[in-house]
């Protein structure tokens, strides 16, 4: 996403969560989510069937 | 006579048995190690000095009696002050828990080490919510790396690795979410010991990030890493994520040397990006382990990926009210990180999550052929304090979040690491080295540590 997108998506997502950001926090935010893009990009490129299940610690 | 503070766990517990000294003498001395050295070093945030000589004369007298005492009878301790101390607050090295009333009880492992007779000494600063790798905290100031004040000692659990280093305490309980046990022992030159995800309770701990939160010891000797874990082995119906094992004791494996270890060194991801000196290190260690083989742990950059966004997405949910009311109050650093994870969407952390069941399939394959395997603890020495950028793999990256690389993909997997350290030629501090096995087998691991503390390969003095 570029950079004016991510803030439209803080803006939103701050709302919904109520979290009150000042501006410095707005940037650093968008640099953190800036990283998790390219953290969650290696990681959804990795081909995980239907059958694929996390590994929980529930126990029923 | 060596000074008693100078003594490790288990040669303080032997002195200790023969009577050849105090608990008693043992608290004094380490008392007055504290007074000389933590007001530079910043390690201690409660220091419980009242507590610790009851204790050590309670021992003193139950061996003036003829009674039996625990293993650790003499061997004193301090816990990252995340762990719940009786009458202390649990900060979890943050401004926001010190409103919270003072814990009730001593957390699970506390109250293990002291059935074993170990002498708590005190609660030792971290990095806030245990959310870092560099130790420093903008509250409590920095815990230093004694061997240079200058220089970090390590997060999250950076008093542990500062305390531990400086000869303030023979051994320091710590968390490890993503390697806060092992990035401090590797910069403070110590030996620590990551268990198995499950293996000791977190009962009574502050969390950070329930998926991936491991609790362990830090120490100067392997022997007293191993009559640490042996201590604190055991299930008590506490911790939703402890498995129900029987105790599997390590310290009577210790003496088994190499002879039928099949030890590999890491290849492809964990042999780019560091410094010249974390290669060196592992160099060495492979050297006097006599590794030939290299193995390559596949998709450890994505498996690093994944416990990243799930360490924020959960890390993030714990502390939401409080970044709703007290966001001020927060570590800047801290604060945008775990605001930002609040965000992420849902299926990347879900994604992230089964990612982590496959990832663990592809690794547990490895150990059908080899026992331990070999990596950098971190990719560089432990860089200055307050040092915000470092070049890895050519370019320069934050050092806050980047000094895991190693660390993260191993913990994400909850495989039990020995750190090693290590002192490379010429080199004015220490650098930390992985040993990791299979899951359940943390003997093997500290087998090998073992075996190269014995021929002095690796070696934790107290630095002065």
């Known amino acids: 996403m570029t950079q004016d997108e991510w803030d439209a998506y803080i803006a939103e997502a701050a709302k919904l969560l109520g979290l009150a950001l000042t501006d410095e926090m707005r940037a650093a935010t968008r640099a953190n989510l800036e990283t998790a893009e390219r953290m969650a990009k290696l990681v959804l490129d990795y081909p995980l069937d239907d059958h694929a299940e996390i590994a929980p610690v529930f126990l029923a | ?464």
Request: proline share 6%; with cysteine.
């Open chain 2, 1 to 464: 006579m060596t000074e008693p503070f100078r003594l490790s766990a288990s040669e303080a517990a032997a002195a200790v048995a023969r009577r050849d000294l105090t608990a008693s003498a043992i608290v004094e001395s380490t008392l007055v190690r504290i007074e000389a050295r933590n007001p530079t070093l910043n390690a201690y945030t409660s220091l419980l000095a009242a507590r610790a000589r009851s204790k050590a004369a309670d021992i003193d007298a139950r061996i003036a009696c003829g009674e039996k005492v625990g293993p650790l009878a003499g061997a004193t301790y301090c816990v990252k002050n995340l762990f719940d101390v009786e009458g202390v607050t649990t900060l979890a090295g943050s401004k926001i828990n010190a409103n919270n009333p003072v814990a009730a009880r001593d957390a699970s492992l506390v109250r293990k080490m002291e059935a074993a007779d170990a002498i708590l000494l005190g609660a030792v600063n971290m990095g806030e919510y245990a959310y870092d790798f560099t130790g420093e905290n903008v509250h409590a100031g920095a815990s230093r790396n004694p061997h240079d004040p200058g220089h970090m000692s390590g997060g999250s659990s950076g008093g542990s690795g500062t305390a531990v280093a400086a000869g303030m305490a023979t051994i320091s309980l710590g968390s490890d979410t993503n390697g806060s046990i092992r990035v401090p022992s590797s910069f403070c030159g110590l030996f620590g010991l990551k268990p198995t995800y499950g293996c000791l309770s977190r009962a009574g701990s502050f969390p950070f990030v329930g998926s991936l939160d491991h609790l362990g010891p830090i120490a100067r000797s392997v022997d007293d890493l191993a009559l640490a874990y042996d201590a604190m082995q055991g299930h008590d119906g506490d911790d939703p994520a402890q498995a129900q094992r029987l105790v599997e004791p390590v310290v009577g494996a210790l003496l088994g040397g190499l002879q039928g270890l099949r030890i590999a060194r890491a290849g492809g991801y964990f042999a780019r990006s560091g410094e010249p000196a974390a290669y060196a290190a592992v160099d060495t260690v492979c050297a006097a382990l006599g590794v030939t083989r290299e193995v390559e742990l596949p998709e450890a950059q994505r498996a690093r990926a994944a416990a990243f966004l799930i360490t924020m997405a959960e890390g993030a949910e714990l502390h939401l009210d409080r970044l709703r009311s007290r966001a001020q109050d927060f570590d800047p650093a801290v604060r945008d990180r775990l605001a930002a994870g609040s965000m992420l969407p849902a299926s990347w952390i879900v994604r992230a999550q089964k990612f982590r069941r496959r990832y663990r399939d592809l690794v547990l394959r490895l150990f059908e052929e080899v026992d331990l395997i070999i990596a950098p603890a971190t990719p560089c020495h432990a860089p200055k304090s307050g040092q915000a950028t470092f070049v890895l793999d050519g370019a320069e990256m934050p050092v806050r979040p980047n000094i895991g690389v190693y660390t993260q993909p191993i913990s994400f997997i909850g495989l039990p690491v020995a750190a090693v350290p290590v002192w490379t030629a010429g080199a004015r501090l220490p650098i930390g080295v992985q040993i990791i096995a299979a899951p359940w087998r943390e003997d093997l691991a500290l087998r090998a540590a073992h075996a190269l503390q014995q021929s002095g390969v690796c070696i934790a003095p107290v630095a002065d």
